[in-house]
């Protein structure tokens, strides 16, 4: 299965301030997607990240708060926004090649004081 | 109703024991099934895709029953590196949903 690195891996931010993740995959693949696990709780998909189109959003998440970038089919970033500590979670993104299984990168522990 | 639910658990089994964890869905138009495994503090892994004849892997055993809308993942034997929590997963190709999770503790 592919390789997935995420960047941060960890990060504390002030409220108001954004931060971009990084997702890289060692080759190519068709999907990519985000998403995000507050504690205790299971994984909330973010949104689909369209490789050279806007991304697809679930009900809940707007593009203004989580712009997605996906240059090529190896790369995607996502920026949260304005963050306040209800964003504090760990954000994961995955990758997913015609009809395999989604793989996961390592995620981003993200605190917001 | 949650599209994908689980046994809320956790579990507490001795090694050497046999679990059973069962997840149901709610949309029937979900195609594609599978169970994670994640670690505390690590990203979910791949444990199974499960298929509509069922599947097994070493100890591990997943079942997909369409018309009660469940799957299952079976553990025999179980050992102590099995504790972790075990999240399903359904849906089409192109969007999962998650269950919450049920830990499981393998004790010695």
């Known amino acids: 299965s592919a390789v997935i690195s995420q960047k941060p891996s960890r990060d504390i931010c002030q409220r108001g301030t954004s931060l971009t993740i990084q997702c890289q995959v060692d080759?190519?693949?068709?999907?990519m997607f985000w998403y995000r696990q507050q504690p205790g709780q299971s994984l909330t998909l973010i949104a689909t990240a369209n490789q050279g189109s806007e991304a697809t959003y679930e009900s809940g998440f707007v593009i203004d708060k989580f712009p997605i970038s996906r240059p090529n089919l190896t790369f995607s970033t996502l920026t949260v926004s304005n963050m306040s500590p209800e964003d504090s979670s760990i954000y994961l993104c995955?990758?997913?090649?015609?009809?395999?299984?989604?793989?996961f990168g390592d995620g981003t522990r993200l605190s917001i004081l | 109703r949650k599209e994908v639910e689980q046994d809320p658990g956790p579990f507490n089994v001795p090694e050497g024991a046999t679990v059973a964890f069962n997840c149901t869905y709610s949309n029937s138009a979900s195609q594609s099934f599978f169970w994670y495994r994640q670690d505390c503090r690590k990203e979910p892994k791949l444990l199974m895709s499960?298929?509509?004849s069922g599947n097994e892997d070493g100890r591990f055993t997943a079942q997909l029953n369409r018309a009660s809308q469940y799957i299952s993942l079976l553990i025999r034997d179980s050992k102590l590196s099995d504790s972790a929590t075990y999240l399903c997963?359904?849906?089409?190709?192109?969007?999962?949903?998650f269950g919450k999770g049920t830990l499981l503790t393998v004790n010695p």
């Open positions: 995955s990758a997913q090649d015609g009809d395999q299984p989604q793989h």
């Open positions: 499960v298929y509509s």
């Open positions: 080759s190519q693949v068709t999907m």
């Open positions: 997963s359904g849906g089409s190709n192109y969007k999962l949903t």
